[in-house]
């Protein structure tokens, strides 16, 4: 799973590292998403990226790999974290089962958990990409 900051590093920044990681990612794993992600980004996208808009709609609506759809949970299942609007996130990444969730928001630096690991695009591109 890959967090929504992501995403918009990547088409945003097409040559980047990030962009590399991204199609690493969709070439050689199993690419999970969620709603609560998939609207964060579309949000920025409008916002702060209009002209890039129309190709990330475009990528979400052909990804080749999985939506986890989760509308019910209870935020105390899950450990705390500062910004409460990652909540959904991090319900997500732990109830869908991923091995990995990507992220660059350091509101995830401190969660202790030991399933999905949590790796910066840093760390999976050190550890995977080699």
Avoid: W
């Avoid at 702060?48 to 105390?76: A, R």
């Avoid at 974290?81 to 509101?107: C, H, M, N, Q, Y």
Wanted: with cysteine.
């Amino acid at each position: 799973m890959i967090d929504a900051n992501v995403i918009y590093s990547a088409l945003a920044f097409p040559n980047s590292n990030i962009a590399k990681m991204v199609e690493h990612i969709k070439d050689n794993h199993t690419l999970v998403l969620c709603k609560f992600i998939i609207n964060e980004a579309t949000s920025v996208f409008k916002d702060k990226y209009p002209h890039l808009f129309l190709e990330f709609k475009y990528h979400i609506e052909n990804l080749p790999d999985e939506i986890y759809n989760m509308s019910n949970f209870d935020i105390n299942q899950y450990p705390a974290i500062r910004d409460k609007k990652d909540i959904p996130v991090l319900a997500a990444a732990i109830e869908s089962k991923v091995d990995i969730f990507i992220t660059g928001d350091k509101d995830f630096d401190d969660i202790k958990i030991e399933h999905p690991r949590i790796l910066k695009p840093r760390q999976y591109s050190d550890e995977f990409m080699k």
